[in-house]
T-cell receptor, first 116, second 115 residues
């Protein structure tokens, strides 16, 4: 079965530094990978999507890389701010060649804390 | 961006009662909506895929007779938890797909507590 691993321990970063979060997956070859932000008691908010044929995607202070050989995605927040503190979720599509279920499979998320 | 709402945002009910949760796409039509469940410190788990005008597709291990899904229009899907029990207490989140396989917008979630 598909398995997504994110560092479940909280990640503490000093304000202004770059935060790097990791998402590893096994037993699957996703067509795309997504990153979401989730605040306590709230639904996920879409941040970035990267496709299997893309190496890197950027959006303002956010950068995502996707290595399909390593089966890994890295999520970077540059010039981090306390307001960036949240849980960040990695999600893979569940599309398969047979056009099956097309919801998302989520990792448990990494809790990021940006300290002033 | 596209907005998805859920109602209610939280609900407390007695064991054995049924609870209905609504998911609405406010500014777009969604042919497909998804229902997820999230337990504390756990990942979101897909429960079912709801397609407008047809029966929902449930994930393995999710009881379709317990979690009734109705997608009567392109902007509304409902999830009814029938005969709710304390173990059904969770955070229920819906998402709606506007167009294409990769554009899902999530609702704010509904916190269900069954006493």
């Amino acid at each position: 079965s598909q398995k997504i691993e994110q560092n479940s321990e909280a990640l503490n970063i000093q304000e202004g530094k770059t935060a790097t979060l990791t998402c590893n997956y096994t037993n699957y070859s996703p067509a795309y990978l997504q990153w979401y932000r989730q605040d306590p008691g709230r639904g996920p908010v879409f941040l970035l999507l990267i496709r299997e044929n893309e190496k890197e995607k950027r959006k303002e202070r956010l950068k995502v890389t996707f290595d399909t050989t390593l089966k890994q995605s890295l999520f970077h927040i540059t010039a981090s701010q306390p307001a960036d503190s949240a849980t960040y979720l990695c999600a893979l599509d569940m599309l398969d060649s047979g056009g099956g279920a097309d919801g998302l499979t989520f990792g448990k998320g990494t809790h990021l804390i940006i300290q002033p | 961006g596209a907005v998805v709402s859920q109602h209610p945002s939280w609900v407390i009910c007695k064991s054995g009662t049924s609870v209905k949760i609504e998911c609405r796409s406010l500014d777009f039509q969604a042919t497909t909506m998804f229902w997820y469940r999230q337990f504390p410190k756990q990942s979101l788990m897909l429960m079912a895929t709801s397609n407008e005008g047809s029966k929902a597709t449930y994930e393995q291990g999710v009881e379709k007779d317990k979690f009734l899904i109705n997608h009567a229009s392109l902007t509304l899907s409902t999830l009814t938890v029938t005969s709710a029990h304390p173990e059904d207490s969770s955070f229920y989140i819906c998402s709606a797909r506007a167009e294409g396989p990769d554009t899902q917008y999530f609702g704010p979630g509904t916190r269900l507590t069954v006493l």
